[in-house]
């Protein structure tokens, strides 16, 4: 299975909105409403930040937002703030019932 | 409080076999639904799936990696042991354990902190 595919790096200046997108297939983002998303920060445990397409967690901040559209999901952050600079990943589950994980996007805040 | 925790060897010799231990609290792995995974980040790179053990011993396994790769439970003990056979440099990783909560969820809500092995002679 291939890692789904995120784009390196994204910017943003504080108080934007950015979108970071995950392509995968139909074998895995496009066939099941379980892609979820991750924010890593360096040395830190990774931190659940979108599950099933678009529901937060409890105490993630409602300026995380997720969507998909076929073969492709995507994470938005609005009202971008210093403290979201860090890596995200998105995961989904796939029809060999395994995961795969997205080759992680940097996020900077300028 | 939910919590898990990796530990194992920090250094590994190529050809070995890793052995690494996720000890969590705050939940029991015999509880309908829940799983326990692993997860590894090469330095630098994307974190990687490898493999998952569920509450009644289910267990799925990175194709890439499935002839390496055993996971088992001690639900006693609240753990799960993930083992990787013949060891490569190219396994050099930060593993992370996470939960898979309960209620047909295919998600990770709850990660480890990480521990870092490096395989080298």
């Known amino acids: 299975q291939s890692a789904l595919t995120q784009p390196a790096s994204v910017s943003g200046s504080p108080g934007q909105s950015i979108t970071i997108s995950c392509t995968g297939t139909f074998s895995d983002v496009g066939g099941y409403n379980s892609v979820s998303w991750y924010q890593h920060h360096p040395d830190k445990a990774p931190k659940l930040m979108i599950y099933?397409?678009?529901n937060r967690p409890s105490g993630v901040s409602n300026r995380f937002s997720g969507s998909k559209s076929g073969n492709t999901a995507s994470l938005t952050i609005s009202g971008l703030q210093a403290e979201d600079e860090a890596d995200y990943y998105c995961s989904s589950y796939t029809s060999s019932i395994t995961w795969v994980f997205g080759g992680g996007t940097k996020l900077t805040v300028l | 409080q939910i919590t898990l925790k990796e530990s194992g060897p920090t250094l590994v010799k190529p050809t070995q076999t890793l052995t690494l231990t996720c000890t969590f609290s705050g939940f029991s792995l015999s509880t309908s639904g829940v799983g326990v995974g692993w997860i590894r980040q090469p330095p630098g790179k994307a974190l990687e799936w490898l493999a998952l053990?569920?509450?009644?011993?289910?267990?799925r396994y990175s194709p890439s990696l499935k002839s390496r790769l055993t996971i088992t439970k001690d639900t006693s003990k609240n753990q799960v042991v993930l083992t990787l056979t013949n060891v490569d440099p190219v396994d050099t990783a930060t593993y992370y354990c996470?939960?898979?909560?309960?209620?047909?969820?295919?998600?990770?809500?709850?990660w480890g902190q990480g521990t870092l092995v490096t395989v080298s002679s």
């Open positions: 996470a939960r898979l909560p309960v209620g047909g969820t295919l998600y990770f809500d709850y």
């Open positions: 053990i569920y509450w009644d011993d289910d267990k």
């Open positions: 099933d397409v678009s």
